[in-house]
Each structure stands twice: as C-alpha cells, then as structure tokens.
C-alpha cells in the first residue's frame, strides 16, 4: 500500500497533540486533500474530534490489544480512498503497556506502519532545554522514525524562532512550526478524559481558527513532504473466519453509549451479522428479529435520568434477556443491565434490572488498564479458555456486587503480567455476559464470529 502518513506523537498527555492533530488535519482539508484519521490507544473520546473534523470514523490502533497485522489491516481499510493518514499517539512517545516494553506505545505503531513521526513539544517555559528531550527522543530507539517537532503553546514569533534554532542545530529533526497558546482552542475535559466532541465543543468557529492557526504558524508544505516520504507498506490479508449463521445484531448508540471500537462492528458484519442501531434514550421498542444485542461503554451516568425514564425501552430489554436473547455489554452497558444507578448528586436511577446489585459513581477512578481475559465457560461470545483483550477505565462500582450462586456466575479469569491468574471479572446469566472491560475483538476473531 502506498499511502502519504504521519504519526503526531507527545512527549506527554497533555502536550496538545489532539490540538496539533485537529489544527493540522482541517488546515490539510482546506487544502482539498482527504484526510483518514487513526488514534493510537484504546481511547474512545479524541476519534470524536478527529471524526467530527474530517467527516470520517476514526479508528484505534492499538498494538497491545490488536497486534501488527490487525493495525495494518485498521490501516489499510480506514484509509481506503484518503489523501493521507494523520495518526495521533497515546500519552508519551514511548510510554505503553509497562515500563521494559513499547507494546502498546506510539512508537511500536509508527515502527509496525513506517510512519514518519512529529513529536509535539509543550514550549511553555522552555527555550533550549526543548533541544535536549527532543534529541532524548531521538535517541532513545533509533528504528523509530522521528522526522520533525511541533511545538505547542508558543509564546510569540520569537520564541519559535529560538526553539527551532536549538533543536536543528543539536538534532537531526526539521522543526515544521508551533501553535500559540490560546484559550479559545483548548479543549474540555471530562473524568474519562476529553469531553467526547459535537458542534458545542468543536464549533464552526474553533475548527476555523485551528485551521488558520495552522496555516499561519505551521509549514504545512513540509509536513505535506515528509508524510509523502512514507514508504510502500505490506499488508498481509485478514484471516478468513467462516460465521456459523447469518445474524441481526442490535447496537445501542446514542448519547449515553457511544464507545464502540469501529474494527468491532467491521469484524461483526465480516462475519455475516446485520447490525442494526437503536437509543435507549430515544426509542421505546427494540429493532425486530434481533439474535444479539451490542451495549456498548459511554457516559449512562450522564443520562442517568432519561435512561431511567425510558420505561418501556428497560422492559424490552429485560425481556430479550430473560427470554434468553444474546446479551453483551462492557462498562456503561454492564452500568444499565444493573438495577439501578447512584449518580454523584446521591440519586438512585432505576436501570434495567437483568443484573442484580446497583452500581454508584466514585470521585475518583476505579481501574484503569490494559486487561487479557480467559473465558471461565462457554459464553455466547468466547469459547472456555479462550483468551482476548481489552481495556478498563472507569469510576464506578458495584454496591453489594452480587456473589456466583449456580446462575449467576463469573464469566472471565484476568491473566496476570507474568501469565498466571490475577483475579475474576464480569458475570454471565443465561445468555448475558456483562464487564467493566472493553474488548478488541481483533485480539481473537473467533469472537465475532462465535457471538449471536
């Protein structure tokens, strides 16, 4: 494949590389060119903004969950009918899964996809001292292939003058421009990170501004030049998985449940589901001849009172599962199948009720972390022992959380670092599996395959 990319990575979370990114990608989108955004990490909320700004879904690449091949095929299929690629890092460069590896890091994925990298300095502070993190960088893995630095919150024409100064003269890097500080770009953020975007957090005026804060401080030509000079990449194809039988699937999307890998839903519909979309927020019924059902993470504590006011939609889905309907929920899904929902204003929320106990938000967060499972039993999704991967994030927790009683029981084994078992997590019922983890079904296909 021959595809003109870069990878934007930081030298930390925080650095404004989601600011870089979305200024970059509207100025090169002004310019008539077709831009496929990629996020590494198993974030949900910055593809929002990248989404929102290109028109395009943005997709994860993830090499801790997915592995080489399946980010090259993301890759590969995303960026079918692009200009270019912009792929935004995860927190700093190196920085992934523990400290002796780059698993999972912004450096293992622009390795895997020989993307040449810009590295994001925060100048705040700084003049020369930039020279010496970037040639840190620089050094630290030579393979990888870091090409040029943008600085962010600049304090005038002045200092970026001085700063691309020390770093070319110490470095090998080309410095291809800065962005000014300045209020009316930075983005909010909420206790999962960035508020996910709409046209009240990205509005018409900060996407014109970001695009002319590009064009005005940013060498658009030469980052347009080292993109180009990303070589001809080898994609192996997908492997074949045969599905047992044509199936309908219903997604939850909406406000409330929004986090959804897009590699997820392709996998399902690869494997011959029929996805078909619904609100809990919204709808009253359930989308006919469902076999599965697809709760997906978001914020159900921020729509806690519309949720618990959809009566007839918490029925229905009681229903599908107590008739034995093909249930999978992660995080905010598992939140709704719960009996109801403590909000941190101390409101108890009626929710759905197919799992017992209820669940309460915390101040502050509960677990985060790359997570590898094994299936405890035969679950509509994963066959016993099988293995996959996924991520926690979350700030709530279960009230009472209910025991195993010969119905109820725990669905997966959490695989420790060194492989041995590191405790239990999410329950199954009947066809209900529910957890805090969120899955990447690229980790093991046979996932959306097996399920519904």
Not at 61 to 88: P, Y
Not at 273 to 280: I, K
């Amino acid at each position: 494949m021959t595809l003109p990319r870069l990878v934007i990575a930081g030298t930390h979370s925080g650095a404004g590389k989601t600011t870089v990114t979305l200024a970059l990608t509207l100025a090169l989108k002004a310019r008539g060119l077709t831009v496929q955004p990629f996020k590494v990490g198993p974030d949900y909320l910055d593809p929002t903004y990248h989404a929102l700004a290109t028109g395009r879904p943005c997709r994860n690449l993830d090499g801790w969950m997915m592995g080489e091949a399946a980010c090259k095929q993301s890759l590969g299929r995303g960026s079918a009918g692009a200009s270019v690629a912009l792929i935004e890092g995860v927190m700093g460069l190196y920085d992934g899964a523990g400290p002796d590896t780059e698993a999972g890091s912004t450096a293992e994925i622009a390795k895997w996809l020989a993307a040449p990298v810009l590295l994001v300095i925060d100048a705040s502070g700084m003049a020369t001292t930039t020279a010496a993190l970037a040639l840190g960088c620089a050094r630290y893995d030579p393979d990888v292939p870091l090409v040029g630095v943008i600085f962010n919150r600049v304090g005038s024409k002045r200092h970026l003058a001085w700063l691309k100064e020390a770093v070319e003269r110490a470095t090998p890097l080309t410095v291809v421009g800065g962005l000014p500080e300045e209020a009316g770009i930075a983005i909010p953020e909420r206790h999962l990170g960035l508020v996910g975007a709409d046209r009240t957090t990205l509005t018409d005026d900060v996407r014109a501004r970001l695009a002319s804060l590009a064009r005005e401080w940013l060498d658009l030509r030469a980052i347009t030049e080292l993109a180009e000079r990303a070589p001809l990449l080898d994609i192996l194809a997908p492997p074949t998985v045969h599905p047992r039988r044509r199936r309908r699937i219903g997604v939850a999307r909406d406000e409330a449940f929004s986090f959804y890998y897009p590699d997820n839903l392709d996998l399902l519909e690869a494997t011959g589901a029929e996805l078909v979309f619904f609100s809990p927020l919204r709808d009253e019924t359930l989308p006919s001849g469902m076999d599965g059902m697809y709760l997906g993470g978001g914020y159900p504590e921020l729509h806690a009172a519309g949720l618990a006011a959809g009566e007839p939609m918490r029925e229905a889905i009681a229903r599908f599962g107590r008739e034995g309907g093909s249930i999978y929920a992660e995080c905010g899904g598992l939140m709704y199948l719960t009996r109801a929902l403590h909000t941190l204003d101390g409101a108890r929320h009626p929710m759905v009720g197919l799992l017992p106990g209820e669940v309460r938000m915390l101040p502050r967060r509960k677990a985060l972390g790359y997570r590898e499972v094994e299936a405890l039993d035969d679950l509509p999704h994963l066959a016993k022992g099988t293995r996959v991967r996924g991520h926690e994030f979350h700030y709530s927790e279960w009230v009472a959380e209910p025991q195993p009683d010969g119905k109820l029981m725990r669905a997966y084994a959490v695989v420790g670092r060194r492989g041995g078992p590191a405790g239990v997590e999410g329950y199954h019922w009947r066809n209900v599996v529910a957890s805090y983890i969120h899955l990447h079904f690229a980790s093991n296909v046979t996932l959306a395959a097996r399920w519904g």
